[in-house]
């Protein structure tokens, strides 16, 4: 239990990054037949991914839009349920960076290379609009990573821009919002001289950068356009801001940039996404963050409280990978939204029942998105321990699993994994299960779980079920709680 002013809230409510959406789609570059697996495996290899989320609060319920797959809905943040969307002629599967306006009764959908769609309901069906327009009546050419925003006085533009040339904006015509009523306007593009906007994990190749992603945000009559840079596929990935006083600009750099980056552990490279207003006037910043285990265009999906300081900055203290308070619970979450658990599992003694050569038990523990533990082949009851050597007060796991040998094409697919936590009694000498899920049924790449506090010293995961085909492996376990009796 945890006391928010004079909430008293308990750890059920939390949500933990990257967001445990269930059924994660196919990644969008595991459809390629090359062998290439991309700059970091010569093999190529089936993975899932979500990125790019465009995210609406709409009638107390969270829809989120990501690449690669649609749509994710939740009435709490925590619970998330996989919705299959009908756009009119369009592959669901292979969609890439949407963008949804909720619009004169009326809900809009475009992304990259895409037109536009229109809907009654968030969640469809979505019928045929048309391809988006200059005021010739010509499509956009490079129609990427697009948004839509309506402003206060029923005026919509269009933002978009990914890569060398820049974001660019225009004004759309009310009545049919393919059609731009006035030429596009380059806003800003990439500036060497915004070093955290340079190209390369350490931010070393000054001659390039994929400036993209682009959302706008209106607070107190100022727009807040936010991008992204240097490149999704980069740890140093994050988040900028311009500002200006009107919807076109002229647009200044804002003081504070970036707004989010985090380069280090387990929820980093926070880049193209979207802010968006939330329960009891909340903002809240939704991004991509990176995986990179089988692919270098392995992503995720990660959420943090936003704010705006007395200057007038928009700012996000992110990206978090410990437990948060689901959006509402905190007066202010932008300044605290922590729920108070650390990570008491990481860099701790672990042993296995079995490894595969190259693959030890470490791995598992070691806050590392690259690494990960897998057990020997032959292993048909794999399990996991985490020795703490002192008692914690635990009370949340979160498991982000490996899935080796995923191969859609062979008929080798994902499927929910099925698992035990138990606790060691040091008194009774015994283990006790705290978390079962020996029948689950839910498909969770990234599981995040939370059960009654117990007192322990050791932590074991047993390996009950995998889907078929599929050798499951661990690239992080960690253990939620805090040192000693919680008082």
Same mark, same amino acid.
């Given at each position: 239990?945890?006391?928010?002013?004079?909430?008293?809230?308990?750890?059920?409510?939390?949500?933990?990054?990257?967001?445990?959406?269930?059924?994660?789609?196919?990644?969008?570059?595991?459809?390629?037949?090359?062998?290439?697996?991309?700059?970091? %495996?010569?093999?190529?290899?089936?993975?899932?991914?979500?990125?790019?989320?465009?995210?609406?609060?709409?009638?107390?319920?969270?829809?989120?839009?990501?690449?690669?797959?649609?749509?994710?809905?939740?009435?709490?943040?925590?619970?998330?349920?996989?919705?299959?969307?009908?756009?009119?002629?369009?592959?669901?599967?292979?969609?890439?960076?949407?963008?949804?306006? %909720?619009?004169?009764?009326?809900?809009?959908?475009?992304?990259?290379?895409?037109?536009?769609?229109?809907?009654?309901?968030?969640?469809?069906?979505?019928?045929?609009?048309?391809?988006?327009?200059?005021?010739?009546?010509?499509?956009?050419?490079?129609?990427?990573?697009?948004?839509?925003?309506?402003?206060?006085?029923?005026?919509?533009?269009?933002?978009?821009?990914?890569?060398?040339?820049?974001?660019?904006?225009?004004?759309?015509?009310?009545?049919?919002?393919?059609q731009m009523i006035a030429e596009p306007k380059k806003l800003f593009a990439y500036n060497p001289?915004?070093?955290?906007?340079?190209?390369?994990?350490?931010?070393?190749?000054?001659?390039?950068?994929?400036?993209?992603?682009?959302?706008?945000?209106?607070?107190?009559?100022?727009?807040?356009?936010?991008?992204?840079?240097?490149?999704?596929?980069?740890?140093?990935?994050?988040?900028?801001?311009?500002?200006?006083?009107k919807a076109l600009g002229p647009f200044t750099y804002q003081k504070k940039n970036p707004i989010l980056r985090d380069t280090h552990g387990l929820v980093h490279g926070p880049g193209h996404g979207c802010i968006v207003k939330g329960p009891k006037n909340t903002i809240c910043a939704c991004y991509t963050c990176l995986a990179r285990t089988l692919n270098d265009f392995e992503r995720r999906t990660g959420m943090d409280p936003a704010g705006i300081d007395k200057d007038g900055n928009l700012y996000v203290k992110g990206a978090t990978e410990t437990p948060q308070w689901a959006p509402g619970l905190s007066e202010h979450p932008e300044e605290s939204n922590d729920a108070g658990l650390l990570p008491v599992s990481v860099n701790k003694i672990v042993h296995a029942s079995s490894e595969k050569e190259g693959r030890e038990p470490a791995c598992a523990v070691d806050n590392n998105m690259r690494t990960w533990w897998e057990s020997d082949p032959s292993d048909s009851k794999p399990w996991i321990e985490i020795h703490f050597e002192v008692k914690y007060t635990i009370s949340g796991i979160r498991i982000?699993?490996?899935?080796?040998?995923? &191969?859609?094409?062979?008929?080798?697919?994902?499927?929910?994994?099925?698992?035990?936590?138990?606790?060691?009694?040091?008194?009774?000498?015994?283990?006790?299960?705290?978390?079962?899920?020996?029948?689950?049924?839910? &498909?969770?790449?990234?599981?995040?779980?939370?059960?009654?506090?117990?007192q322990t010293n050791k932590v074991r995961l047993e390996i009950i079920g995998t889907p078929e085909g599929i050798h499951t492996g661990i690239v992080n376990f960690t253990v939620f709680g805090i040192p000693g009796m919680n008082e």
């Open positions: 239990m945890s006391r928010k002013g004079n909430q008293l809230l308990n750890i059920n409510q939390t949500y933990c990054n990257p967001l445990p959406l269930p059924d994660y789609p196919r990644g969008g570059r595991s459809y390629k037949k090359e062998k290439s697996g991309g700059w970091f %495996h010569k093999k190529r290899r089936d993975f899932r991914e979500t990125a790019d989320p465009s995210v609406l609060y709409y009638n107390e319920k969270w829809y989120l839009y990501p690449t690669c797959g649609l749509l994710y809905i939740s009435e709490d943040f925590i619970h998330w349920k996989y919705c299959s969307v009908i756009i009119e002629g369009f592959k669901r599967n292979r969609l890439s960076a949407p963008t949804i306006l %909720h619009y004169n009764d009326s809900f809009f959908i475009t992304g990259n290379r895409m037109d536009l769609f229109q809907s009654r309901d968030p969640a469809g069906p979505f019928k045929l609009m048309g391809p988006m327009k200059d005021p010739k009546g010509d499509p956009i050419e490079r129609w990427y990573d697009p948004m839509l925003f309506a402003d206060d006085d029923g005026a919509v533009y269009a933002y978009w821009g990914l890569g060398g040339p820049g974001i660019f904006g225009a004004q759309l015509d009310p009545q049919d919002l393919s001289e915004h070093k955290w906007e340079r190209y390369g994990d350490l931010n070393e190749n000054i001659f390039w950068s994929s400036v993209e992603g682009a959302w706008m945000f209106k607070h107190n009559n100022t727009y807040y356009l936010t991008y992204a840079a240097p490149g999704t596929e980069l740890k140093t990935y994050a988040m900028g801001c311009y500002v200006s006083d982000m699993w490996a899935e080796l040998g995923l &191969d859609y094409d062979a008929g080798a697919g994902p499927g929910p994994v099925k698992y035990k936590i138990l606790a060691w009694d040091d008194d009774k000498k015994t283990w006790n299960i705290v978390l079962n899920k020996e029948d689950n049924q839910i &498909d969770l790449p990234i599981d995040y779980q939370t059960f009654k506090e117990v």
